[in-house]
């Protein structure tokens, strides 16, 4: 991975701050894109300190024009995209009959939106080198029915749908185009869901009455672990693998 360019979305904290280190320590050279340009700046100042090649752009990924415009940042500054991580993503919990328009617009604006915007912007910039790869983090929840997860699961089952056409149009043009889909992992979001105390507890131990098993594994998953399949379909040992889904849930959806 040496000298790569990689663009990493939601780069600032959990799951993507887990992959833009993983693959700046890599050799990757790394472009750090979140909405939050203090947040943004911490992390990537961080990870600086420590000698990683990361530079942050601030960005929405919910607006076209804006990640055309950082794409073209990125690759004026630091060069090609080579690589994509689609990692951006929001929760909005509620049962689905009580989901306002904010909740499920604001869902699908981020988590479904945003991989079209970002993945559309890099590719018509990939296609004409005839390389690169593009890794999308969805999530377990795309197949497996959740209570209260309703915007959230259909917001993933869309990007993940998407990340699949995607790579069968550029597999012609050497882009191979893969999904990551974590169960619980041990970032904010999952915190968010539980207190701070019992979130490790609730995933492992599962929930009967809302039809949910634990982790046959016993742990959450670790943003590292996730990082990793990433790193993996990036790399050249997953040359020949496009179009797959590669789940990090510790056997929570029994392999499905």
């Not at 600086?48 to 090649?53: I, M, P, Q, S, Y």
């Not at 073209?72 to 509620?94: F, M, T």
């Amino acid at each position: 991975m040496a000298g790569t360019v990689v663009l990493v979305t939601g780069a600032a904290g959990g799951i993507g701050e887990a992959v833009v280190r993983l693959l700046a320590e890599r050799g990757a050279v790394v472009a750090a894109v979140d909405l939050v340009p203090d947040r943004l700046a911490d992390t990537v100042g961080r990870l600086r300190a420590d000698g990683l090649d990361v530079t942050g752009f601030p960005a929405d990924v919910t607006s076209s024009d804006g990640v055309e415009a950082v794409v073209e940042r990125v690759e004026a500054e630091l060069g090609p995209v080579e690589q994509l991580v689609n990692a951006a993503g929001v929760l909005r919990l509620a049962e689905a009959r009580a989901l306002s328009d904010e909740d499920w617009l604001t869902t699908f604006a981020v988590n479904t939106n945003g991989v079209f915007h970002t993945s559309r912007a890099v590719v018509n910039r990939m296609i004409p080198r005839r390389r690169g790869a593009i890794v999308t983090v969805a999530s377990n929840a795309a197949g497996t029915a959740r209570a209260q997860m309703a915007a959230y699961a259909a917001s993933k089952a869309a990007a993940t749908a998407f990340t699949k056409c995607l790579g069968l149009e550029v597999a012609e043009h050497g882009i191979r185009c893969n999904v990551v889909a974590p169960g619980s992992t041990d970032t904010p979001m999952l915190r968010g869901m539980h207190t701070a105390d019992t979130a490790a507890k609730a995933s492992i131990a599962g929930s009967p009455e809302a039809y949910r098993v634990g982790i046959p594994l016993g742990k959450v998953a670790r943003p590292e672990d996730v990082a990793r399949a990433v790193a993996f379909l990036l790399s050249d040992d997953a040359g020949h693998v496009t179009l797959h889904e590669l789940t990090v849930d510790g056997g929570a959806t029994l392999g499905v």
